[in-house]
Nanobody, 110 residues
Framework: QVQLVESGGGLVLPGGSLRLSCAAS????????MGWYRQVSGNQRELVAA??SGGSTNYADSVKGRFTISRDVYLQMNSLKPEDTAVYYC?????????WGQGTQVTVSS
């Protein structure tokens, strides 16, 4: 079992920055990769960024050049746009299971 707790969300002006954190506990030595996803009410949850235990990263086209995921599972979000508004979730991938956090709201608005 892995427990994930996200933090760092909030309200930010367009063009601003936020850094999300994902605190992991439990069987963390079994984690192969971590990812950040986001979901707008009524839509499917979508991948934002992911990183493997070896440091390989993958980003959604919409956030490339603006967001950075780190191995300690921070998501640095710069040049935020209103369309980045969503609930952001952290996800941990193990060999035979995956786990989600409870999410943190990010709102980009003037």
């Amino acid at each position: 079992q892995v427990q994930l707790v996200e933090s760092g969300g909030g309200l930010v002006l367009p063009g601003g920055s936020l850094r999300l954190s994902c605190a992991a506990s439990g069987s963390i030595f079994g984690i192969n990769a971590m990812g950040w996803y986001r979901q707008v009410s009524g839509n499917q949850r979508e991948l934002v960024a992911a990183i493997t235990s070896g440091g390989s990263t993958n980003y959604a086209d919409s956030v490339k050049g603006r967001f950075t995921i780190s191995r300690d599972v921070y998501l640095q979000m710069n040049s935020l746009k209103p369309e980045d508004t969503a609930v952001y979730y952290c996800r941990a991938f193990l060999d035979n299971a995956d786990f989600w956090g409870q999410g943190t709201q990010v709102t980009v608005s003037s």
